[in-house]
């Protein structure tokens, strides 16, 4: 385990870390879906308004792991964390470093002021899910009949122009809702 140092993310790592987010989303069946480059994550994560915090795990110099997460804000409880991506190279699984990986990213965000961290897993994922719900996750979709929706960034262009046809928006980000 000591060969594997666990770090904030640095801006030189910004391509292998698009390399893992490509490998992860392979292993989800997602990979077409990715479409960030290493000038987003860049800007993104270390520009003046920061979107993501991102801690990866180091072996032998090469980035092996990395754990994703941004901030959000409940109207029931406040501030609290999403994870967007945990993942650890298949060659470097079962050796302890998805869990530090993990741990660094709940201290962060517990230090950080967050209430609670959400995250996301496929159902057919069961190695992953069995691995949350041994450090204390429960399944919100379960217990609370929650489930997450999206819309995607042409269905949000769709939603906008469907309402800018009817007349409802004066351009200024008012609405005018004419009730007939
Ligand atoms: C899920 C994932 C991040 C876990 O990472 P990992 O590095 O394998 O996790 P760990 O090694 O910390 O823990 C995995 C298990 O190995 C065990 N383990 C830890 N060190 C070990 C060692 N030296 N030898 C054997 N087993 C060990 C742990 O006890 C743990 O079992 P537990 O869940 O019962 O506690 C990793 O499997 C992964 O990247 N999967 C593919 C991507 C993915 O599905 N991501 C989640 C998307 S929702």
Same mark, same amino acid.
């Given at each position: 385990?000591?060969?594997?140092? #666990?770090?904030?993310?640095?801006?030189?790592? *910004? $391509?292998?870390?698009?390399?893992?987010?490509? +490998?992860?989303?392979?292993? @989800? /069946?997602?990979?077409?879906? &990715?479409?960030?480059?290493?000038?987003?994550?860049?800007?993104? %994560?270390?520009?003046?308004?920061? @979107?993501?915090? *991102?801690?990866?795990?180091?072996?032998?110099? $090469?980035?092996?792991?990395?754990? @994703?997460?941004? =901030?959000?804000?409940?109207? !029931?409880? %406040? /501030?609290?964390?999403?994870? +967007?991506?945990?993942?650890?190279?298949?060659?470097?699984?079962?050796?302890?470093?998805? =869990?530090?990986?993990?741990? =660094? $990213?709940?201290?962060?965000?517990?230090?950080?002021?967050?209430?609670?961290? +959400?995250?996301?897993?496929?159902? !057919?994922?069961?190695?992953?899910?069995?691995?949350?719900?041994?450090?204390?996750?429960?399944?919100?979709?379960? #217990?609370?009949?929650?489930?997450?929706?999206? @819309?995607?960034?042409?269905?949000?262009?769709?939603?906008?122009?469907?309402?800018?046809?009817?007349?409802?928006?004066?351009?200024?980000?008012?609405?005018? &809702?004419?009730? =007939?």
């Amino acid at each position: 385990m000591e060969k594997y140092t #666990i770090r904030r993310m640095l801006p030189g790592d *910004c $391509a292998d870390i698009l390399l893992a987010i490509k +490998e992860l989303a392979k292993a @989800l /069946k997602a990979e077409e879906q &990715v479409v960030v480059n290493e000038e987003i994550l860049l800007s993104d %994560g270390f520009g003046e308004n920061r @979107l993501f915090e *991102c801690f990866v795990a180091e072996y032998d110099d $090469a980035i092996v792991g990395y754990v @994703l997460y941004c =901030t959000m804000y409940s109207s !029931w409880v %406040g /501030k609290k964390a999403f994870m +967007e991506d945990l993942y650890v190279k298949p060659k470097h699984q079962r050796h302890g470093v998805g =869990t530090r990986l993990w741990r =660094t $990213a709940v201290k962060e965000a517990l230090k950080d002021g967050c209430n609670q961290m +959400e995250w996301g897993a496929c159902s !057919w994922n069961t190695s992953a899910i069995e691995f949350y719900k041994r450090k204390g996750a429960i399944n919100i979709t379960d #217990i609370e009949q929650f489930h997450t929706y999206r @819309l995607s960034y042409e269905s949000m262009h769709k939603f906008v122009n469907s309402g800018e046809k009817m007349g409802e928006s004066d351009g200024e980000g008012r609405t005018h &809702v004419h009730s =007939t």
